[in-house]
T-cell receptor, first 114, second 113 residues
Framework: SAVISQKPSRDICQRGTSLTIQCQVDSQVTMMFWYRQQPGQSLTLIATANQGSEATYESGFVIDKFPISRPNLTFSTLTVSNMSPEDSSIYLC???????????FGPGTRLLVL | AQSVTQLDSQVPVFEEAPVELRCNYSSSVSVYLFWYVQYPNQGLQLLLKYLSGSTLVKGINGFEAEFNKSQTSFHLRKPSVHISDTAEYFCAVRDFGNEKLTFGTGTRLTIIP
């Protein structure tokens, strides 16, 4: 398994501002994922972030709105840019340790945009 | 393309009663199957997984699930639930050779004292 931490755990932001969410893993992993969970909804994959390459975004998500960094094998950030109330969600990062078929999730960042 | 269907959005169950949460999937290839649990105001925790081998898999907290290939199902069961089982349960599928997880819409399990 993997132990994953996220910062901040929650935040309240004003529309038009940006928030950067950090994800830290206790071991080196190649693949990291960012998900969004809108209120009362399931998880939707935003992008896959591999170290040393550009993130791969899913349909409906663009780099200008959700820029991702992956500077090393234990860390990643997701920025939610120019926020609107529709961005109010839980944002979760997950990792798939090498050789394992399972994804492990962080505790999530609860974002409220006013 | 793949999809996951959780037919029951909410399931109320009396304490100490058995429960089954249903999950069906569609995929053109072989799959890995997972159940995750999300307790209130927390992230997702892996309950159990099917990768290969025995179709009956046991997980944490007394939960088990059975993979049925012919019915493309992976239903989650517990013989006797506890108040602490109150949570949202998500079924997820991953195709062989693909790193992406596809989630169902979730089932909210409420335990009635």
């Amino acid at each position: 398994s993997a132990v994953i931490s996220q910062k901040p755990s929650r935040d309240i932001c004003q529309r038009g501002t940006s928030l950067t969410i950090q994800c830290q893993v206790d071991s080196q992993v190649t693949m990291m994922f960012w998900y969004r969970q809108q209120p009362g909804q399931s998880l939707t994959l935003i992008a896959t972030a591999n170290q040393g390459s550009e993130a791969t975004y899913e349909s409906g998500f663009v780099i200008d709105k959700f820029p991702i960094s992956r500077p090393n094998l234990t860390f990643s950030t997701l920025t939610v840019s120019n926020m609107s109330p529709e961005d109010s969600s839980i944002y979760l990062c997950s990792v798939a340790p090498s050789g394992q078929e399972t994804q492990y999730f962080g505790p999530g960042t609860r974002l409220l945009v006013l | 393309a793949q999809s996951v269907t959780q037919l029951d959005s909410q399931v109320p169950v009396f304490e100490e009663a058995p429960v089954e949460l249903r999950c069906n999937y569609s995929s053109s290839v072989s799959v890995y199957l997972f159940w995750y649990v999300q307790y209130p105001n927390q992230g997702l925790q892996l309950l159990l997984k099917y990768l290969s081998g025995s179709t009956l898999v046991k997980g944490i907290n007394g939960f088990e699930a059975e993979f049925n290939k012919s019915q493309t199902s992976f239903h989650l069961r517990k013989p006797s639930v506890h108040i602490s089982d109150t949570a949202e349960y998500f079924c997820a599928v991953r195709d062989f050779g693909n790193e992406k997880l596809t989630f169902g819409t979730g089932t909210r399990l409420t335990i009635i004292p």
